[in-house]
């Protein structure tokens, strides 16, 4: 399908975004006879849109060096909208942009929108974030791979968002990759969304705290029982997806880190360690939004496919 530009629909909402690089999965034909590359369709929760990629940033993608820099390119186009649909609509943007922070490894953040698309009610706000992209889950200029992964996980996203906190876990992943910071920063952002992810999983699941502690389904303040540990507790939150990875290493410098400061490995061993961790947040994220098909490890040239 192609899109022709010249026909307004004065019940637009059109939301700006920043920082989402990616490449479209349809054209728009042009006034002067060219087609570009540059809209994905969405339909998200019984709303349609258009995501609308620059023109000129498509055509010349790959050309300038933007990690580290705020860039807008990118619109979100609601059509059929009421004033009334406004918050809303606005607020699924903003979940939309939560999701393509995880796509890109940047924070893609809405700070403006006109409605109508004419703009007789247009607000702005002022907002921080850069691009950070290095290696995405999937290539970033591939429209329809991200088309198809925003389609798969969107609703998942939004069952988990609230209870698991992802909108958070996104930004810790945002934070780790960060251009200039030190590696046990980078390191020490992984492991606070660990933590973050084993203690949402044992609240949502029901482990109760006692004293400071989770403890075993079924323990009373009477009879707390043991407490159980960050491993345990993380065991039980992979296996709940399919997942068994040996956490003993990842856990033991976690721990160095924590009571330290610093990591006594060489800078090569500190990298292979946070890719590894990368890989195992990556993996667990697209198995709870109920990911299938293939993606990028973070770990350079590797590729997986979830059924």
Same mark, same amino acid.
């Given at each position: 399908?192609? &899109? ?15 920082? !989402?690089?990616?490449?479209?999965? *349809? ?10 590359? #540059? ?9 349609? &849109? ?5 023109? *000129? ?7 300038? #060096? ?18 009334? *649909? ?10 939309? !942009?939560?999701?393509?922070? $995880? ?10 929108? #006109?409605?109508? /698309?004419?703009? /007789? ?23 329809? %791979? ?15 968002? #609230? ?30 969304? &660990? ?7 044992? =609240? ?14 079924? /323990?009373?303040? +009477? %009879? ?15 296996? %709940? ?20 400061? &610093?990591? %006594?490995?060489? +800078? ?10 990368? *890989? ?5 994220? =697209?198995?709870?939004?109920? $990911?299938?098909?293939?993606?990028? !490890? ?10």
């Amino acid at each position: 399908m192609t &899109l022709t530009l010249g026909k307004k629909n004065m019940s637009d909402l059109v939301t700006y975004v920043g920082n !989402c690089l990616i490449g479209g999965d *349809d054209f728009t034909e042009y006034p002067d006879g060219s087609r570009t590359r #540059d809209v994905i369709r969405l339909n998200l929760n019984g709303r349609h &849109l258009v995501l609308r990629q620059n023109r *000129d940033f498509i055509r010349n993608r790959g050309t300038q #060096d933007v990690k580290g820099s705020f860039v807008s390119v990118t619109t979100f186009h609601f059509g059929e909208a009421d004033e009334a *649909d406004i918050p809303e609509l606005l607020d699924l943007s903003n979940k939309l !942009c939560e999701l393509l922070s $995880f796509v890109t490894e940047s924070r893609v953040i809405a700070y403006g929108h #006109d409605f109508p /698309a004419e703009g /007789a009610i247009r607000q702005r706000q002022s907002v921080i974030g850069t691009v950070e992209t290095f290696r995405p889950p999937f290539t970033v200029f591939d429209g329809s %791979a991200i088309k198809n992964f925003i389609e798969q996980c969107f609703l998942p996203f939004l069952q988990h968002r #609230d209870a698991r906190g992802l909108h958070v876990v996104f930004d810790c992943l945002y934070h780790a990759g960060k251009t200039g910071s030190a590696i046990e920063v980078q390191l020490a952002s992984l492991f606070i969304l &660990l933590e973050n992810l084993k203690h949402s999983y044992a =609240l949502q699941n029901g482990y109760p705290m006692i004293n400071g502690f989770f403890r075993n389904i079924g /323990a009373t303040n +009477a %009879a707390p029982g043991g407490k159980l540990t960050f491993e345990t507790l993380l065991n039980s939150m992979f296996a %709940a997806v399919g997942m068994n990875p040996n956490m003993i290493q990842i856990i033991r410098l976690r721990n160095e880190l924590i009571h330290s400061g &610093l990591i %006594a490995i060489d +800078a090569q061993a500190k990298f292979a360690l946070f890719e590894e961790i990368q *890989d195992i947040i990556r993996e667990y994220i =697209l198995r709870l939004l109920q $990911f299938s098909g293939n993606y990028h !490890c973070y770990s350079l040239g590797n590729s997986k496919t979830l059924p």
